[in-house]
C-alpha cells in the first residue's frame, strides 16, 4: 500500500499546484491601482489633417524632466499611462510633438479612488517648421 500512495503523491501535487497557481495567483503587472494611475491619450494629425503616425509623443514635468514617450500608431493615436499621486492634481505638465508643445494640466477627482482617471489630448503638428508653443489645455 505505501508503493501504491507514493505511486500517486507526485502527480497529486504537481495538481495541487497548479489549481493553487490557477486559483489564487495571476501573473504580476506593472500597472498601478486606478488612484495612482493617469492615461494620457489622443490623435496626433498634421496640418493637413493626415493622421501623424509613427512620431514620439513626449511628457515632461515643467523642469524638463521626462514623464514618459510613447510613438503614435498609424493612424496617429497614442495612450500613455502615468504614475501620479493625489498631490499632483492640477500640476501643469509640457506635451512635445515634433514642433509643438502644449502645457496640460491633471485634472481629475483626488477624493473619487475608483474612476479611471486620465485626459484626452489631441495636437495639430507641423511637419517641418517653426516651434510652437500653445496655451494650458483643459478639458
Known amino acids: 500500500m505505501s508503493l501504491l500512495w507514493r505511486s500517486y503523491q507526485r502527480p497529486m501535487a504537481v495538481t495541487v499546484g497548479i489549481l493553487l497557481i490557477l486559483l489564487c495567483g495571476s501573473p504580476a503587472n506593472a500597472t498601478h491601482k486606478t488612484d495612482h494611475r493617469f492615461t494620457v491619450w489622443g490623435e496626433i494629425k498634421y496640418e493637413d489633417g493626415t493622421p501623424a503616425a509613427e512620431i514620439v509623443v513626449h511628457l515632461m514635468v515643467k523642469d524638463g524632466a521626462p514623464m514618459g514617450e ?19 492634481v492640477y500640476k501643469v505638465f509640457d506635451m512635445r510633438v515634433n514642433n509643438v508643445t502644449r502645457k496640460v494640466r491633471l485634472l481629475f477627482s483626488p ?16 511637419r517641418q517648421g517653426e516651434f510652437e508653443t500653445s496655451g494650458i489645455q483643459t478639458q
Do not use: M
Not at 72 to 88: A, C, W
Open 70 to 88: 510613447v510613438k503614435t500608431d498609424k493612424n496617429g493615436r497614442y495612450r500613455l499611462v502615468l504614475h501620479v499621486h493625489n498631490e499632483d
Open 111 to 126: 477624493h473619487d479612488l475608483q474612476t479611471e482617471r486620465g485626459q484626452r489630448v489631441d495636437l495639430v503638428v507641423k
